[in-house]
């Protein structure tokens, strides 16, 4: 005699879809590509060299594409606060830490 065993399974998948008509979360990266750990430029020439890097990389890497206006908007923000006189919300008043 032969026993037959049946068996379902059920297969639960989650996706979350991006809402239509709005950009996706840019990714914080914690490393380079490269593996090395991920750092601020540290003086205006550094700034300089990464921002021309971007400016590159927002053409051509297709990895970069999809958040092409989150960086513009961060640049716009950015310039906005360069030509100010005015803290940026993010720096903290003087004698404060």
């Not at 300089?48 to 092409?68: D, G, Q, S, Y």
């Not at 716009?76 to 008043?93: C, F, I, K, M, Q």
Request: with cysteine; hydrophobic share 35%.
């Amino acid at each position: 005699m032969r026993e037959i065993v049946q068996r379902t399974e059920t297969v639960v998948r989650t996706r979350v879809l991006p809402d239509a008509g709005r950009m996706p979360q840019a990714p914080r990266p914690a490393q380079r590509p490269s593996g090395q750990p991920y750092t601020l430029p540290e003086d205006a020439i550094e700034w300089i060299e990464a921002l021309a890097a971007l400016r590159r990389e927002a053409v051509t890497n297709p990895r970069v594409a999809p958040f092409r206006e989150h960086i513009a908007n961060a640049c716009e923000r950015t310039l906005e606060a360069l030509r100010s006189d005015a803290p940026g919300p993010d720096e903290a008043s003087p004698g404060k830490s």
